[in-house]
């Protein structure tokens, strides 16, 4: 573990950039992470202490009036499943995860309400897979920057004056569906 | 009588996503929500094919595979690992254990089923 010059534990702060996740059990760590359009969900298992958080911006093509796609679905399922998969990997239990779900603002009027087709689908996917959503602040026209800390669940999430910070983007692979027969 | 299709994942979102591109292209599908759940089902049922993930509570897709494989009347029955796993050592795990082929997550709906119509005979 660092520590600094005291003894005194150092906090190891994790960027999540969109199109990526995040897992620990380091009481130590914090992950942090800006979100406009985009929705972060946190999960937290209070037994087993672990907690992480994904990134990630579900987009239709612009001729879409209906809301998200399928493809759009399948890349949201993807992301929240990344997330899943490895908290159970760590020793989670999805009967005893809690989430919570922040941003999905829709910043630009006259647009497509991006943000909120994102939080709609989020929440439908805790509701199916039966993960208790225990707060959620989404929605609104202002970005949030918000801070995890995993092991404990903590969460601070504060409202962010002005545009995004255009940060690097961790794309989610082009190819999608790769088979390979053995 | 048409023999079904065995999709095995925790998710009931990724379930019902699978059965949507299943379905939609003629298949017969049947649940299972994990490994053991599977067995279960396959004690008195022939699938014409399973489509298991790897990570699950209980038991998981890989031991799924081992002990399928290990029953007389399973050795031939095709079987898909669908999943988000990319590590090389998982792909080489899976062909050990005896699946018959890897999809990486996410799926494509029309790779999937060409996919299956290959490995179907």
Known sequence: ?182 | MTKAILTVDDSPSLRMVLREALTGAGHKVVEAEDGLAALEWLETHQPKLVITDITMPRLDGLALIERLRSREAMRDLPILVLTTESAPASKARARAAGATGWIAKPFDPEKLNSAIRRVIH
């Open chain 1, 1 to 182: 573990m660092l520590k600094t010059a005291g003894n005194a534990p150092m906090t190891i702060r994790r960027n999540v950039l969109q199109g990526e996740f995040e897992v620990s059990r380091d009481p130590d760590v914090v992950l942090t992470t800006v979100l406009g359009s985009c929705i972060a969900c946190c999960l937290h298992d209070p037994v087993a202490r672990i907690g992480g958080m994904n990134h990630f911006l579900l987009a239709s093509p612009p001729s879409s009036r209906s809301g998200l796609g399928d493809d759009a679905r399948r890349y949201g399922l993807y992301a929240m499943e990344l997330l899943v998969n490895e908290m159970i990997k760590l020793g989670a239990v999805r009967a005893t995860m809690r989430a919570h779900l922040y941003g999905g603002a829709n910043m630009h009027s006259g647009m497509r309400a991006i943000g909120t087709e994102n939080t709609r689908f989020a929440e439908e996917f805790l509701r199916a897979d039966g993960i208790e959503l225990v707060r959620s602040d989404t929605g609104g026209v202002r970005a949030r920057r918000l801070d995890l800390q995993p092991a404990t669940g903590r969460v601070r999430c504060r409202s962010v004056q002005g545009d995004v910070p255009q940060a690097p983007v961790a794309r989610v692979p082009v190819t999608t569906g790769d088979v390979e027969l053995f």
